[in-house]
């Protein structure tokens, strides 16, 4: 495989549900997992042990040598923020699918109606997007969205504020408006991680200030919300992410898709993506 | 490629839409209020969802991702993200002819050079799909290459969905329940012989 491919890296396992060793897939390589907290490792099919780091709840490896250590979240090392394990769900799609999803809104009131968006609340307003080339990142700032119940500790409707952020082909973090303290974000991720082209387990995690809700009642929403996510995502054609243009149709309100598939052709990431159109 | 049947009308109320194939080609097919129907490529021109899973109001059908909503033309008619925007015209859905004859739903991918096959007098009872080839269940029923089989208590019509299965919806001349049973059998009899 491609070293731009190969080197990035890749959740694979949340740490606290680690007990014994087990098989999964990473890029439709079988790897081997296991250990305990501090002492994780991670061994291709060979038995080489590959570079593994804990962080973010989760157990991160990568089949090659990645250019750079991984991304960081500095809001999710702040004091008195809940980190939330969220499980996983696998899904049959491209991994870059599921990211793709991750930052669009303008799905919100159709697909998670009356939760994150309402259908008398449809329009997207214009938002900033950027590909930072000093961190290898895109990020969509300044995007805004009118949510009934934006999240588990909201209360009646507000216009939320997001900023999105890819830090790696198969991760994405947002930033939203954090209903208990204005001022501050809270901060969800989706940590992908790529069985095979067309099939992926995705990990979301968050860091919130959030106090007050159930832990279990802060997993079943976000679970909540991926699951309505899943029936969109199982059902596009071509399963494989377009990168040319041609197949598809932007408009202004896809502009973070727009930046993610230019970046991801820039950088040469074609797994999980349909690079001639078809 | 000729008209195929790819459905029964019954099967079909208005206000809904389902997913059918032909020859691997995805279809969304839908029902108008007006009780109109259409067959479309299922996939939604933006982001590649299929129209079938979409919602019905009126004479248009809306993707369910993003409620993109199309006219019975095809053509996008509002794009929700953008409520002031008049979509342009480039954004089309793929239409194909479709046609409601003799109690079917029949489509053709290319341009119709002929009208759907006249049925014998039969009331359309169920469609039944079956994983054999389609050629397998003509020679079971000694009609090779033929897509309209009258057996004399029944009618089927065969409709290639890809290479390893296919759909059949069975008219009956008379006793319903005895021909659903049998088109049951042969059902189970062409898939253990293909097996």
């Known amino acids: 495989m491609r070293p731009e491919i190969e080197n990035h890296w890749y959740p694979v396992a949340m740490c606290s549900g680690i007990t014994t060793p087990r098989e999964t897939l990473l890029l439709g390589k079988t790897i081997t997992l296991g250990g305990q907290p501090g002492a994780f490792w991670v061994r291709d099919a060979a038995g080489n042990n590959l570079q593994v780091v804990e962080r973010y709840g989760h157990l991160w490896t990568s089949p090659g040598q990645p250019e750079r250590p991984l991304f960081t979240i500095p809001e999710a090392e702040e004091q008195g923020r809940r980190l939330v394990d969220c499980g996983s769900i696998k899904v049959r799609c491209s991994p870059l699918r599921a990211v793709e999803n991750f930052l669009d809104i303008a799905h919100f009131p159709f697909i998670h109606t009356d939760i994150l968006g309402a259908e008398s609340h449809t329009e997207v307003e214009r938002y900033d997007v950027k590909i930072r080339e000093d961190e290898n990142e895109v990020w969509a700032t300044k995007v805004k969205f009118f949510q009934p119940q934006a999240a588990q500790s909201a209360d009646g409707g507000i216009t939320t504020d997001y900023m999105y952020r890819v830090a790696a082909p198969t991760v994405s973090v947002l930033y939203k408006t954090c209903p208990p303290r204005p001022g501050a974000w809270d901060v969800i991720t989706l940590f992908v991680q790529p069985l095979t082209e067309e099939w992926c387990e995705v990990w979301p995690w968050m860091a919130l200030y959030d106090d007050t809700t159930p832990m279990s009642d802060l997993v079943s929403f976000q679970q909540m919300i991926f699951m309505q996510d899943r029936s969109i995502l199982e059902n596009q054609i071509p399963v494989k992410l377009p990168l040319d243009p041609g197949m598809e149709t932007p408009t202004q309100a896809d502009l973070t898709s727009v930046a993610y598939r230019r970046w991801l052709k820039k950088i040469g990431y074609t797994y999980g993506a349909q690079v001639v159109a078809a | ?195």
């Open chain 2, 1 to 195: 490629m000729g008209w195929v049947a790819v459905g029964l009308g019954n099967d079909l109320r208005s206000g809904m839409a389902m997913p059918a194939r032909i020859d691997g080609v995805d279809l969304a097919l839908w029902r108008a209020v007006s009780g109109a129907v259409h067959a479309w490529g299922d996939r939604c021109p933006h982001r590649g969802m299929r129209l079938s899973q979409g919602f019905v109001r009126g004479e248009t059908l809306s993707c369910i991702y993003h409620g993109w909503q199309y006219d019975s033309d095809g053509g996008c008619s509002y794009i929700p993200a953008h409520p002031d925007l008049v979509p342009p015209k480039s954004i089309c859905a793929t239409t194909y002819d479709c046609i409601e004859s003799g109690g079917l739903i029949w489509v053709e991918l290319d341009a119709p050079t002929s009208k759907p096959p006249m049925l014998p007098d039969a009331a359309a009872l169920r469609s039944l799909q079956i994983a054999a080839p389609v050629d397998d269940v003509a020679a079971f029923l000694e009609a090779p290459d033929q897509s309209v089989i009258d057996t004399g208590d029944a009618v089927v019509v065969l409709q290639p969905t890809d290479k390893a299965s296919c759909m059949i919806h069975v008219l009956a001349r008379q006793n319903p329940k005895q021909t659903s049973r049998w088109a049951e059998t042969l059902r189970k009899q062409i898939e253990e012989k293909a097996a």
